[in-house]
Each structure stands twice: as structure tokens, then as C-alpha cells.
């Protein structure tokens, strides 16, 4: 009798252990935090003596990586539109009047750095940076092509602190003989894309 009392205790205990069994579950949120970008208004730089490389710089602000591009277009010797951009001047006479269809235009050529980024796809610099000996033609580029500032370089991350990375600008202007005095022009303008890079879950 005894010993069947212990066996039912035995049994009562093993079910009492099953009723409090734990269970767990876990559950997953999330957020999505949206891309912003911006780009600050550098003022326009200084005029510079020919051959002399003049910089102008952007900060872009932003929370993920983005892309790049530039586009600008000039005159050619004859007033016809060019689809580059080069530091070009209207011709004068003696008199100081504007001359129809008549443009001299410098050997135009750029360089591009990158700065104050956390990473970048490929490298930093095009066209030898600051020594500005990348083509006008190839500064414009579509970005698919290899050549272009963002086919060299790729896509860039912000710096982890900040938020911010810089493009510099470099743009030089060579003379020839004939190439009347004066004060060259050019415009570039840089836009920037969103290109954000999610990684892993």
C-alpha cells in the first residue's frame, strides 16, 4: 500500500510540471526611416588667371548614400550651342561692340574630389582632382559611362557623424595665341541623387 502511494505522487508531480510549462514569443519591429538630401549654394568663385585651377565645393547633407552628376553647355566659335561646358567669351571689335557669331573659347578641363565622406563605391578623386586635367566632355558624361566622374568613383556615404560629404570642383582654363583678352565664363551645374543602400535585414 505504501508503495502505491508513492507512485501516485510521482504522477501528480509530473503533471503539475506540464501546467506550468513556459512558452515564449518573440516579436519584431520596425521603423523606416525615410532618405533625406539636401545641397548648400556655394557662392561663385573668384575669377583666376588663366591656367590657374579655380575650386568651388558642395556640402550635400544627407542620411544614405547618393549619386551624382554634372551638365553644362558653352558656345562654339561660330555661337552654336555646345553641349559641354568651356570658358567662353564673345569676340569685340575696335570699338569695343560685340562681334555676331564670333566666340573664343579657352582649353577648358576639370577635376573632381570627393571629401568628408564615411565611404565611397570606388575612389575619390577624377580627372587628377585639384590639377583639373579631366575633359570638359567627359565631366558631362552620362553617369553609365565609365569614364564620367561617377562611373570613376560611384555612389558615396555620408560621414557617420555628420551626415555630410563634400564635392569639390576644380575647373581650369588654357589660353592659345589667338584667343582674344577678357574675361571667360562657364557654368556647371551638379545635381544629386538619392541612392540608398539598405544591406541586410
Known sequence: MKLNIIALSIALFAVSNQGFAADNDTVKYSVDVNQSISVDSPADPKTAAAGDAIQVGWTVDSNNAFKYAFSGASKGDDG?????????????????????????????????????????????????????????????????????????????????????????????????????????????????TAEEQLGGS
Not at 105 to 121: I, P, R, Y
Not at 136 to 164: F, N, Q
Not at 165 to 178: E, R, V
Open 80 to 192: 552654336s550651342a555646345v553641349t559641354f561646358p568651356q570658358f567662353t567669351k564673345q569676340d569685340v571689335d575696335a570699338n569695343g561692340t560685340a562681334v555676331a557669331n564670333n566666340y573664343d573659347h579657352l582649353d577648358t578641363t576639370f577635376g573632381v574630389a570627393l571629401d568628408k565622406f564615411q565611404s565611397v563605391q570606388k575612389g575619390s578623386t577624377w580627372g587628377e582632382a585639384e590639377k583639373a586635367g579631366g575633359k570638359a566632355e567627359t565631366l558631362v558624361a552620362d553617369t553609365s559611362k565609365a569614364e564620367s566622374p561617377y562611373g570613376t568613383m560611384g555612389r558615396v556615404m555620408p560621414g557617420d557623424e555628420t551626415g555630410k560629404a563634400a564635392i569639390n570642383l576644380y575647373a581650369k582654363g588654357t589660353p592659345d595665341a589667338a584667343d582674344q583678352s577678357g574675361i571667360y565664363n562657364t557654368e556647371v551645374m551638379l545635381t544629386v
